[in-house]
């Protein structure tokens, strides 16, 4: 199993980025995917998490200005961010859990068994 994500960069407040993430190696459509973010000192943190069916959910932190989706025949996932703050500076890892549906365990505590390598988002003030 891989994951490569892509489209991190740096941006201002209020601006938009969107994250890719193609995985190789497996049944994407059957796998549960999500993004999972850390900052510098700070503990990691579920982002958002997408089931099989394409029902997501979120972080509090990010409702209503992030959106995650797959593209199962392509075997990718994406988040778009948009109304970026900077307190949504961090690195961004994709991830990946062999289940049809990602559960809380997914969103609150990071339970994946597959991880990306992760890409910066910056976001300045």
């Known amino acids: 199993v891989q994951l490569v994500e892509s489209g991190g960069g740096s941006v201002q407040a209020g601006g938009s980025l969107r994250l890719s993430c193609a995985a190789f190696?497996?049944?994407?459509?059957?796998?549960?995917m999500g993004w999972v973010r850390q900052a510098p000192g700070k503990e990691r943190e579920g982002v958002a998490t997408?089931?099989?069916?394409?029902?997501?959910s979120y972080a509090d932190s990010v409702k209503g200005r992030f959106t995650i989706s797959r593209d199962n025949a392509k075997n990718t996932e994406y988040l778009q961010m948009d109304n970026l703050l900077p307190e949504d500076t961090a690195m961004y890892y994709c991830?990946?859990?062999?289940?049809?549906?990602?559960?809380?365990?997914?969103?609150?505590?990071?339970?994946?068994?597959?991880w990306g390598q992760g890409t910066q988002v910056t976001v300045s003030s």
């Open positions: 190696g497996y049944t994407y459509s059957s796998y549960c």
């Open positions: 991830a990946a859990r062999p289940l049809f549906r990602c559960g809380s365990g997914a969103l609150f505590r990071g339970e994946y068994n597959y």
């Open positions: 997408i089931n099989s069916d394409g029902s997501a």
